[in-house]
């Protein structure tokens, strides 16, 4: 049964890594442009909330949404949060998290912090 995991996965990154270099797609559900050290990402009104996984990062993060929007934001254990343009949101390294969809585009500026 593991063998049938690594396979599954191993076939999941094949395909990544193909859309990546056959048409400069990064298989994430954003778009990403670096600013000095801020990262700012722009998500689609028409993102599939499927794509919107469960992860966790490996430093502490600011987000701040830069646009008015209904998307909302959830860590693990907590219930979830409208995303409300400019409301710092901090997001604990190795910590859960996600996004939910909302009907209009969202925008939000990550920094990094230590």
Same mark, same amino acid.
């Given at each position: 049964?593991?063998?049938?995991?690594?396979?599954?996965?191993?076939?999941?990154?094949?395909?990544?890594?193909?859309?990546?270099?056959?048409?400069?797609?990064?298989?994430?559900?954003?778009?990403?442009?670096? #600013?000095?050290?801020?990262?700012?990402?722009?998500?689609?009104?028409?993102? +599939?909330? !499927?794509? @919107?996984?469960?992860? &966790?990062?490996?430093?502490?993060?600011?987000?701040?949404? #830069?646009?008015?929007?209904?998307?909302?934001?959830?860590?693990?254990?907590? +219930?979830? !949060?409208? @995303?409300?343009?400019? &409301?710092?949101?901090?997001?604990?390294?190795?910590?859960?998290?996600?996004?939910?969809?909302?009907?209009?585009?969202?925008?939000?500026?990550?920094? !990094?912090?230590?």
């Amino acid at each position: 049964m593991e063998i049938s995991w690594w396979k599954q996965k191993l076939s999941w990154l094949l395909v990544k890594s193909f859309l990546y270099l056959t048409k400069g797609r990064s298989g994430f559900p954003f778009k990403e442009q670096r #600013l000095g050290s801020k990262l700012i990402r722009s998500f689609s009104k028409d993102s +599939l909330q !499927e794509d @919107m996984v469960w992860h &966790r990062d490996r430093h502490n993060r600011i987000m701040k949404p #830069l646009n008015d929007t209904d998307w909302f934001f959830q860590l693990d254990n907590e +219930l979830p !949060e409208p @995303m409300i343009k400019g &409301r710092l949101i901090f997001i604990p390294k190795n910590v859960y998290h996600r996004a939910i969809v909302g009907k209009e585009d969202l925008i939000v500026e990550i920094q !990094e912090i230590e």
